[in-house]
């Protein structure tokens, strides 16, 4: 079910990749995903800092498949920690991004943040205002802030652009699209901490199975990517709200411009 205004339904995202779930289900990946959440939602709670490297570890790295950005591969999405964004800090000092995703290190490509994640502790409302903060942003607005900063001075035919934000109290994550957010955003729990939260990750039922691959899926390193279409002016993403990848260039063209463009809704 989803619970919050969503920029793609699960509905949807559930039809067009029926095979694929099926092929996960029967491939034994589903056991692999439940037991790295099982683990990670029975540690000991220690805080914002301490937690935050364990999730790039376990989960980014372990789960997802990035990489650090000090390993300098070629066309692999790393993970940059503390990642500085000019003008995103208080009074528009420098902030710096609790980890920042793109293709950082990476020779002769554009070392843009692609995706701003915000970690918060265990529990943190991620909508109320931040208590000891300068502009007492919530963590949604913070994350979607530096998105902002990043972009500025951008004229739109880069061919990659801040795009996606994560934003996290380690056991809710969301996922915001720069141009629906912040209303619209998909969300997964890994463990229901509250009534309005949904049953979790941790279920033994299709239900439970189908959020595992999407939440595996959806924030995996070959999904969370930007890049400039072959035309020049339409941005394809891998999260692949359009998920169809047509043989014919002609039937791209038309696809990308129907699904992507701003009159699109896929709810």
Not at 29 to 57: H, K, P
Not at 180 to 191: E, G, H
Not at 202 to 215: I, T, V
Request: charged share 25%; hydrophobic share 40%.
């Amino acid at each position: 079910m989803d619970r919050n205004p969503g920029f793609v339904s699960r509905s949807f995202l559930r039809s067009l990749w029926a095979r694929d779930y099926e092929a996960w289900r029967a491939s034994g990946e589903d056991e692999a995903c439940l037991e790295v959440l099982r683990t990670w939602s029975e540690r000991a709670d220690r805080g914002e800092v301490r937690d935050g490297g364990a999730l790039v570890a376990n989960l980014f790295v372990g789960l997802w498949g990035y990489v650090d950005t000090g390993s300098r591969r070629s066309a692999v999405t790393t993970i940059d920690q503390q990642h500085p964004v000019a003008g995103a800090g208080p009074r528009g000092r420098r902030g710096a991004v609790d980890a920042a995703l793109g293709w950082f290190g990476s020779p002769g490509t554009a070392s843009t943040m692609q995706v701003a994640c915000e970690f918060k502790q265990l529990g943190c409302d991620l909508d109320a205002p931040q208590r000891g903060r300068a502009d007492s942003r919530s963590p949604v607005e913070q994350a979607l802030n530096y998105l902002s900063a990043a972009r500025r001075g951008m004229v739109g035919n880069e061919p990659v652009r801040p795009t996606w934000a994560i934003v996290t109290d380690m056991n809710v994550f969301r996922l915001y699209w720069y141009d629906r957010a912040p209303a619209q955003y998909l969300s997964f729990n890994i463990t229901q901490r509250s009534l309005l939260q949904d049953p979790g990750l941790l279920g033994d039922d299709d239900g439970s199975a189908f959020e595992r691959f999407l939440f595996k899926r959806l924030f995996s390193a070959e999904a969370m990517r930007v890049c400039l279409d072959d035309v020049g002016d339409k941005y394809l993403n891998n999260v692949r709200v359009n998920g169809i990848i047509p043989a014919d260039g002609v039937d791209e063209a038309y696809l990308l411009g129907v699904l992507n463009g701003r009159v699109a809704d896929w709810v």
